[in-house]
């Protein structure tokens, strides 16, 4: 992924708890993402790795059902992020995409 979501995979082991704060990276990313898409051609990968992690995190603890929302959230936008880079480059002229 980008440089912010690698900074935020290595903050996860230490930190990042709540569903806000996870909404709160997928908002920011997303912006990020329609300012410079050429800078996130990994990102869904990326994001899809952060989801893994939460996931394992999960099931160590061994939380309900409604602790997996952020796993799903995280899933959600890496798929969300693999169709907006897909139609970027569909439509873009970047040569790093040609």
Not at 27 to 51: K, N, Q, S, T, V
Not at 77 to 93: D, F, G, H
């Amino acid at each position: 992924g980008c440089a912010y979501l690698r900074a935020v995979q290595s903050q996860m082991r230490s930190g990042l708890s709540t569903e806000g704060e996870y909404l709160e990276v997928i908002c920011l990313h997303r912006a990020m993402l329609a300012a410079y898409p050429a800078a996130h051609a990994e990102c869904a990968e990326g994001i899809c790795d952060m989801a893994g992690e939460l996931e394992q995190r999960a099931r160590q603890v061994g939380v309900a059902v409604d602790g997996y929302a952020a796993v799903f959230a995280f899933l959600h936008e890496a798929r969300s992020v693999n169709e907006y880079l897909s139609q970027w480059i569909k439509t873009s002229a970047h040569p790093y995409f040609s």
